[in-house]
């Protein structure tokens, strides 16, 4: 297996080095650049979300562009240019930011005046929260709801669960928050959650276990509405894993020799059926924090690096988004390298350097 492990650490490198590349390129064509942010706060016209919306802030930028940046020296202009490192090409600009990239060397932030890493960081611990906890409980929901379908296939049981898998992978998550929260969150009805933050103001005061609970019960709402919209497809795939295993002719033996049906059940089909679900548990935890964590954390309020992300493509703050994003793919990369070693661990038979060959 090293020499597998060997290969895939490797070829990290061109992938990670394609994907900055194609986002670089895409990004940089994009109007409105960190220089016409710049220029757009000087002249004091409005570029956030609400006037990126409705086209103003772009209409009011190109206008500032069309008349040469509305008067402005062009000694001053060359001056933003050059602090943001917009008077190189755009090849050295990419090369440079690879280079620094290779030793977590992310920056600066251009509008937040702190180094990248320190605000991946800071926000760190709330993403991992979000992404960590609803991974746990849909696995510890999902495996347990699928085989009891599998075993009852065809049932009442199978049926009326179905219908609940449905509507969860049919609604997306964030209405499930809304709801969560016009109804648990003082939205209209019981006030019984906190609806900002993942701890109170007076933290730092609690007793240990006050500060547990106090953590715990921010964490209710966002996490339940993550696991809410994200469960049903591993119920799924559960289900149909099972169900895949028990028609196989190993199991039609075992039962003709007589054995019970939940050792059969738990002695043989759940080794090979968990395979699939169990070590998708990585790219399960990467593709909650990629993607379910945005709204999420939007709705809840929660400082995070989704929230950091989504604001620093508005405001174009390079350094922030390809810090981010160099980050996370890395970390996606990784763990779908960890996913596949899960196969040998949980069944050492599985032998990639054979399949390689």
Same mark, same amino acid.
């Given at each position: 297996?090293?020499?597998?492990?060997?290969?895939? =650490?490797? %070829?990290?490198?061109?992938? /990670?080095?394609?994907?900055?590349? +194609?986002?670089?390129? #895409?990004?940089? *064509?994009?109007?409105?650049?960190?220089?016409?942010?710049?220029?757009?706060?000087?002249?004091?016209?409005?570029?956030?979300?609400?006037?990126?919306?409705?086209?103003?802030?772009?209409?009011?930028?190109?206008?500032?562009?069309?008349?040469?940046?509305?008067?402005?020296?062009?000694?001053?202009?060359?001056?933003?240019?050059?602090?943001?490192?917009?008077?190189?090409?755009?090849?050295?600009?990419?090369?440079?930011?690879?280079?620094?990239?290779?030793?977590?060397?992310?920056?600066?932030?251009?509008?937040?005046?702190?180094?990248?890493?320190?605000?991946?960081?800071?926000?760190?611990?709330?993403?991992?929260? =979000?992404? %960590?906890?609803?991974?746990? /409980?849909?696995?510890?929901?999902? +495996?347990?709801?699928? #085989?009891?379908? *599998?075993?009852?296939?065809?049932?009442?049981?199978?049926?009326?669960?179905?219908?609940?898998?449905?509507?969860?992978?049919?609604?997306?998550?964030?209405?499930?928050?809304?709801?969560?929260?016009?109804?648990?969150?003082?939205?209209?009805?019981?006030?019984?959650?906190?609806?900002?933050?993942?701890?109170?103001?007076?933290?730092?005061?609690?007793?240990?276990?006050?500060?547990?609970?106090?953590?715990?019960?921010?964490?209710?709402?966002?996490?339940?509405?993550?696991?809410?919209?994200?469960?049903?497809?591993?119920?799924?795939?559960?289900?149909?894993?099972?169900?895949?295993?028990?028609?196989?002719?190993?199991?039609?033996?075992?039962?003709?020799?007589?054995?019970?049906?939940?050792? +059969?059940?738990?002695?043989?089909?759940?080794?090979?059926?968990?395979?699939?679900?169990?070590?998708?548990?990585?790219?399960?935890?990467?593709?909650?924090?990629?993607?379910?964590?945005?709204?999420?954390?939007?709705?809840?309020?929660?400082?995070?690096?989704?929230?950091?992300?989504?604001?620093?493509?508005?405001?174009?703050?390079?350094?922030?988004?390809?810090?981010?994003?160099?980050?996370?793919?890395?970390?996606?990369?990784?763990?779908?390298?960890?996913?596949?070693?899960?196969?040998?661990?949980?069944?050492?038979?599985?032998?990639?350097?054979?399949?390689?060959?």
């Amino acid at each position: 297996m090293s020499a597998y492990i060997i290969r895939r =650490l490797l %070829l990290i490198i061109p992938t /990670l080095f394609g994907i900055m590349a +194609i986002n670089f390129i #895409i990004v940089q *064509a994009a109007p409105g650049g960190p220089v016409e942010q710049m220029i757009a706060q000087l002249k004091g016209l409005d570029v956030g979300a609400t006037a990126r919306i409705s086209g103003g802030g772009e209409q009011a930028i190109a206008t500032d562009k069309s008349r040469g940046k509305h008067g402005l020296d062009p000694e001053f202009i060359k001056q933003i240019e050059h602090m943001y490192g917009f008077d190189k090409p755009l090849g050295e600009r990419f090369v440079m930011m690879m280079k620094n990239y290779a030793v977590f060397d992310f920056g600066d932030s251009y509008f937040r005046d702190r180094k990248v890493v320190d605000l991946i960081i800071d926000k760190m611990p709330v993403s991992i929260s =979000l992404g %960590l906890w609803a991974t746990l /409980l849909i696995y510890f929901i999902s +495996i347990p709801l699928g #085989i009891a379908k *599998a075993v009852r296939d065809g049932s009442r049981f199978d049926v009326w669960s179905s219908s609940i898998v449905i509507v969860g992978n049919a609604v997306p998550g964030f209405l499930f928050a809304i709801l969560l929260v016009v109804l648990f969150a003082g939205g209209r009805y019981f006030d019984w959650f906190p609806l900002r933050g993942i701890v109170s103001e007076n933290f730092s005061e609690l007793s240990t276990f006050g500060q547990i609970k106090d953590y715990l019960w921010h964490m209710v709402l966002p996490v339940g509405s993550l696991v809410i919209g994200g469960f049903a497809g591993l119920t799924m795939l559960t289900k149909n894993s099972f169900m895949e295993e028990i028609n196989k002719q190993y199991v039609m033996t075992a039962r003709a020799k007589g054995l019970p049906e939940r050792k +059969i059940m738990y002695g043989h089909v759940f080794r090979n059926a968990m395979l699939i679900v169990v070590a998708g548990f990585p790219a399960a935890f990467i593709g909650i924090l990629f993607t379910g964590a945005l709204l999420t954390e939007i709705i809840f309020s929660l400082d995070g690096l989704g929230l950091l992300g989504f604001e620093a493509a508005i405001k174009r703050d390079y350094p922030v988004m390809f810090g981010s994003l160099y980050f996370f793919t890395l970390l996606g990369l990784i763990l779908s390298l960890v996913g596949d070693l899960m196969y040998h661990v949980i069944d050492p038979r599985i032998n990639f350097e054979k399949l390689d060959r």
